[in-house]
C-alpha cells in the first residue's frame, strides 16, 4: 500500500536532521489561490471568506475553502494514476476508484514524507533562467548536475527538481500552460535504481510535456503506477537554489484528506 | 504582522532539530473529514472525488475539495479573531476583513512555525484518562506537569496541550460537542512570560469552555489579538504520549491560502 | 408550515393563467454569478467547469456550481430569519436550525409560488430612473402606485416591487452595496391585510436600509416570522416595466434543497 | 445559438396558457439533495448551512450550496455535449468550452421553456410498474402512447417522458445506477419531425443505456448537437401521471448561472 514510503527509515530521518547547520528554513509553495499555477483544464481553486464583525464585542473571520487536491503545490497519491486497469500493487482501478473517493492508495495513507532533500538543480547547472518548453531532462543529467553541485543521490532521498519553469509563470502564463520542461523516459531506470522517496519538481507534471493536454504521460505511469513513488508538483525552488541549499531537511505533510487522491502541501525544506 | 512568529529563530530551528534522536516522526492530524472533529455551529468540510477510468488506456482521480479553514486539526491565523473593532497591532477589523478576506494578518503570512515542540501532556500527569467537560488547565498545571515531565519551556517553544478531550471524540461525539477541558484565564500571563510561539490542543479551541457555544473565548482574545499568538486545534497526541515523546522538532506547515483565516494542517513532530 | 402559502387556491392560478393576453414571458432573473449582485458580507457565489474533449470521440462539459443560497435572484425560506428565538409558528430557532440545515420551514416546503403578479413600478409612478439610497416607500405610496396603475392587489398576489435600483447595479456597484431604498414599516399592516403571498423586489432585501449591515430588518421580522411571508430579492424589472406589464401569471420554482433556508430562482411572468 | 428555442413562440405559450383547467400544478423535481438521483461517476451535490442564532436578538440562517449542475432534476445546456470536435451550429469544442465554462451555447442563453407539456406515460400505457433495465421506447411506441392518451404531438410541445423508472431509485438504488430504460435510436427521426422544444424523462439520460457507462450515448449526440435540443433529466411524473394530466403549461425556468453548461431545475407543470 505504501510504495516508496517503504523507504522512509528512522535512520534516514536522524541522518536528515542531523544535516541541519544553519537552521535556515524554506517553504516550497506558490500561493495556493484561484489564480495560482494549477493543470489547465482543472477545476480552478478558489476560497471565501466569511465574516462576522463586534457582534457582542467580538468580531473574527473564517473562511469556506473550495479547491482542486491537486492545484497549485500538490502531492499526488497512488490512487491519482494507473494504466491498462491495474493500479499500483495489482489493484482494480474500477473497483477501488469511485466518485466517493479511493479505497486503494489514498492520501491519507501518507502521514508524512521525511528525509534528505536533494535539490538538482538543473536550470542553474545549465546556466540558464529556465529550461524551454518540451526540453528533456534526461538521467544523464541528473547524474550530471548532481557531480557538479557535489552530492551523491541516495536511498530515501527526496528529490526537489529545478527547472526553472516557475518563473514562466510570473512571466508569461499562456506559455507556462501550454507544457513544460521536465523528465523523460531515459529517467525511467534512474528513478527506479535511485530508490528515492519521492520527487518535486517546478512544473505542472514532474515529466517534460510538449503540449497540453499530452497523449501519454509515462513518468506518471511508471512512477505512480510501478513504481508507488510519490510526484509532487508546482515546487516553489527559486529561493532555496538561490541559497545553493543542495541538501536539507524535507518536511512533506500532506493533509489526511480521507479517501482522497492527493493533497496541496506547503514543503518545508530545513538546512 | 508576525506576532509571536517573530520568536522563531535559525537558533531555535537549529537546536530544535538538533535533538532529533530516535528519528522517530509523527503525524498530529485528525483524518479531515466530513465526520471528523469540528466546532459544531460550523460548515462541515466534505470531499468529492472525479474519477475518469481507462479512457485511452489510462485511469486515475483527482478530487474537488469542500472544507472549513477552521475544521479538523488546523491553525488559526491572526485575522481569525478580534475585539473592540481592532485586530492585533491594532488593525481596523471592519476595514482589513471583509466577504473577500483579510489584507492583514492572513494564513498566507504564516510560511511555516518550526521549533521544539514542548508535549504538556495534563492527562497523563493527572493521572486520567481525559479531564473532564468545563476542566480548567491553570497556570500552575502547566508548570507542575513541565517540572513532572522535567522539562522546563523556552521562549520560541510550540506547546503541545493534551487534554485527552479527543478520546471523547471517539467515544462520545455528543458530550465532545457539548464543550472541552483546556486551559484558563490564569494561563494568560504565563502566555506572555513564556515566549511560547503557538500552543496546540486536542480540543476545539485550546481554551477551557463550559458550553458551546460560549459567552466569551478569553484565551482567542487575548492569545490572538493582544499576544499574535498562533492557536492551533484538534491535535492527535495520543501517539506522541504514549511514548512520552516530550520533546520534538515540530513542524507546522499551513496552506499558504491567500487571505485566509486559518489552514487545516498536519502537524508533525520528530524525535 | 406554510405560511401564506395556505392563500396560493386552484382558483388563484387558474384566475392568473386566464389572464395571459400575448404570451409574452419575461425571466426576471439577474445573471447568477460571481460579481453578481448580493448581500455584501456574504460569501461569492462560483461556478466551475470541468470539461472533457474529444475523448473516444465525444466532447462534453458539465460544471461544479458553489453558490450561496441568498446570492444573486433568491427566494427567502422561513427558516431564514427569526428573533426572540422562535421562527414562524413558534418553532424554536435554536433547536430547527442547526449547521447541518433547518428541520422547520426549509425551502423545500415550497413546491412552487404561482399567482397572478402585481408589478408595483414606483419608480415609474414616481417618474425617477430609480429612488434614492434609504428612501422609504410607505403603504400609501403603494395604494397610490396600484392606483395609478389602475390595479388591484388582491388575496394571493405576488407583488414585484419596483424601485429601479438594480440599474444602479450596472451603474454605481458601490452604491448599490452602500444600502437600499425599498418598503418601510408602515408597510406591515398594509402586508397583512393584502393577503399577498409573496414580494420580489430590485434590491438585496425588499425593504429600505440606509447602510449595510443595518441595525434592524423589520420586514424581514415581521413578514417572515410574524406572517409567514414569502420575501424574494434582487429582481430584474427593468423589460417587465418597460412593457408597463403590470398583470402577469407569475411562477416561482425555488431548486428543492433539502433543509435549505432559501434558493437562487429564475423567476418568470407570463403576459 | 439557442436551437430549438426558436420554436417556441408567443402563440404556443398563450395556447399553451389557455389550456389550464383546473388550477392544478405540479412540481416535477425530485429533491436536490447528496444522496438524490444523479449519474453515477458524478461529483455528489452538497449543501451546508451556516446559521447565527439570537445574535443582538435576531436569529437566521442561511446556505453554502455546492452542487454539481447536472445532478437531481437538470436540464443540459447545449454546450453540455458534442461530437467530432464540433459543437451545434459548427463551433468548435475546444476553443469555446474551458476550465472557465462554455463562451457558446451556455445555460445562461435560455431564458425559460414555455409551452403545452405533453406526458407520454410509456409505463402506464405498457400496464406496468415501470419499464426494465435497458428496455427501449421506440419511435413506434412514442405514437401508440400518444394516440392512446388520445393526444398529438404538435411544434413547440415539451415531452414528459414517463418509464416509471424513478420508482426504481427508491426501491433499489443499485439497480437505478446501472443503467435504465429510454428513447432508442428510431426516435431520432422522430424528434426531428415533431419540432419538440424539450423533452423531460424520469431517468438519467433519457435514452435507454443497458450498462453505465455507456459505450456511445447516440440520443444526446443528435438531439443536443445535431439538432439543438433540449434534454432534461430526473424528472418526478408519479403525481402527474396518476392524474392523468397528459396536457399542462409546463415551465421551465434555469438558473441563469453565466457560462455553465446546465442547471439544476424545478419544472412546474399546471393543468
Known amino acids: 500500500m505504501l510504495g516508496t514510503l517503504n523507504l522512509m527509515t528512522q535512520e534516514g530521518i536522524r541522518n536528515a536532521a542531523g544535516r541541519v547547520k544553519s537552521g535556515k528554513a524554506y517553504s516550497l509553495s506558490v500561493p495556493l489561490e484561484a489564480e495560482g499555477p494549477q493543470w489547465p483544464p482543472r477545476q480552478k481553486l478558489w ?7 463586534d457582534l457582542s464585542n467580538w468580531g473574527g ?3 469556506a475553502v473550495i479547491m482542486h487536491s491537486h492545484s497549485g503545490t500538490h502531492i499526488d497519491a497512488l490512487s491519482h494514476f494507473w494504466y491498462n486497469g491495474k493500479m499500483y500493487n495489482g489493484f482494480d482501478g474500477a ?6 473517493g479511493a479505497t486503494r492508495h489514498s492520501i491519507d495513507n501518507v502521514p508524512f514524507i521525511i528525509g534528505r532533500g536533494v535539490l538538482l538543480d538543473i536550470a542553474g547547472w545549465k546556466w540558464v533562467e529556465h529550461l524551454g518548453l518540451g526540453e528533456p531532462v534526461a538521467a544523464d543529467d541528473l547524474d550530471q548536475c548532481a557531480k557538479a553541485q557535489n552530492i551523491k543521490v541516495q536511498s530515501g532521498d527526496i528529490i ?12 508569461d502564463r499562456a506559455l507556462f500552460d501550454r507544457g513544460e520542461p521536465g523528465i523523460d523516459e531515459s529517467t525511467l531506470p534512474w528513478l527506479k535504481d535511485h530508490d528515492v ?3 518535486g519538481a517546478d512544473n505542472h507534471a514532474v515529466e517534460v510535456i510538449e503540449n497540453i493536454p499530452p497523449t501519454d504521460l509515462p513518468i506518471h505511469r511508471y512512477a505512480i503506477r510501478d ?3 510519490y510526484l509532487m508538483e508546482n515546487f516553489y525552488l527559486e529561493e532555496i537554489a538561490a541559497d545553493k541549499a543542495y541538501e536539507s531537511l524535507v518536511v512533506i505533510a500532506p493533509l489526511s484528506l480521507t479517501a482522497g ?3 496541496p502541501i506547503n514543503p518545508i525544506a530545513i538546512t
Open 227 to 229: 513504481l508507488g513513488m
Open 197 to 199: 522517496i519521492a520527487i
Open 160 to 171: 526537489l527538481l529545478r527547472t526553472g519553469w516557475m518563473r514562466v509563470f510570473a512571466q
Open 47 to 53: 476560497r471565501i471568506t466569511q465574516f462576522w464583525n
Open 61 to 63: 473571520s473564517c473562511d
Open 95 to 100: 473497483e477501488h476508484v469511485t466518485s466517493y
Open 261 to 263: 487522491a492527493g493533497s
